[in-house]
């Protein structure tokens, strides 16, 4: 009697790569092209978490050069819900996320990965982003303060006053060998499955914007270091997946405020005045954007 053919099985990937996507089926393509000519060593799985695109993501990822898992959402849920749920759907041990708009330019992946297994209490590493032109791309920062937060990249005081001392520094510069930072932007970093389920993942209160700052605050409440690695380099085409400014604007001070509220609960008269000169601040900015 024939036997029947015993059931392939899959090895356990090592690293699973989520990208939540909105919109960038462009960009999209350019990041798992140059994951392409960088594939993860070991065994890898990528998840694609769309956020009810109304481009052709959909389609085009059932027929995409590079073997996925795709997650459709009947609702934009921001970045943190659709990245926990993508997440929670990973078999690798490690978890890298990075944005639909970042193109590898090294073995990202393998690099990261290999640092932070070798690094004791590292709880997270983040790559070296460039623009499109290849200059520098500040994506860490100290921890949001009170005091930092008015001269983070963006803010009207950041172009005019540089006022001397740590305690008004915010976003970190270029460093040309691996450094412990603050904070490390989500764009394109990793984590442990086993840390990041421990942590309940990114807090979903935040719909885009903060959450990987929250994420390494609490990593770092844990003990846990996060780590600029850059010899992973990527390009990030920096807004790139962000379509309406206004709303993306919206989701940003809240993003504040939370992270505030949150983190600060005691400050409370400092929250008051924070939320106040944000709403001021944002009001400012879009009758100037009109005028022009």
């Known amino acids: 009697m024939e036997q029947p053919a015993p059931e392939r099985v899959s090895p356990a990937p090592r690293i699973s790569i989520i990208v939540v996507t909105y919109n960038s089926l462009t960009y999209l393509k350019e990041l798992l092209a140059s994951i392409g000519v960088y594939p993860p060593q070991d065994h890898y799985e990528i998840i694609v978490v769309d956020n009810a695109s109304a481009d052709e993501t ?10 996925m898992r795709l997650v459709l959402n009947h609702e934009n849920r921001g970045f943190a819900a659709a990245a926990n749920f993508g997440a929670q759907l990973a078999r690798g041990e490690l978890l890298l996320f ?43 920062r100290r921890f949001p303060t009170f005091a930092n ?4 990249r963006g803010s009207p005081l950041s172009r005019t006053l540089r006022p001397a001392g740590r305690r ?3 976003t ?7 450094t412990i930072v603050d904070s490390a932007s989500g764009t394109c970093l990793l984590v442990t499955k086993a840390t990041f389920d421990k942590l309940g993942g990114f807090d979903e209160r935040f719909f885009m914007f903060a959450e990987d700052t929250d994420l390494c605050r609490r990593l770092a409440d844990q003990g846990w270091q996060t780590w600029f690695v850059p010899a992973a380099t990527a390009i990030h085409h920096w807004g790139g997946s962000s ?3 206004r709303a993306v604007s919206g989701h940003h001070i809240r993003s504040i405020r939370h992270y505030f509220r949150k983190h600060y609960p005691r400050a409370r008269i400092r929250n008051f005045l924070l939320r106040i000169s944000l709403a001021v601040l944002d009001m400012t900015r879009h009758l100037r954007k009109r005028r022009v």
């Open 168 to 170: 008004f520094e915010y």
């Open 149 to 152: 937060i008015w001269f983070s």
């Open 58 to 67: 959909a389609q085009w990822c059932l027929y995409a050069p590079l073997e």
């Open 172 to 178: 970190l510069p270029d460093y040309d060998q691996t």
């Open 98 to 140: 990075c944005n639909p708009d970042v193109r590898w330019l090294s073995p990202v992946a393998d690099r990261l990965a290999d640092f932070l297994e070798t690094t004791p209490a590292c709880g997270a590493v983040a790559a070296r982003l460039v623009y499109p032109d290849r200059s520098f791309q500040p994506s860490c």
């Open 243 to 245: 379509h309406d400014l």
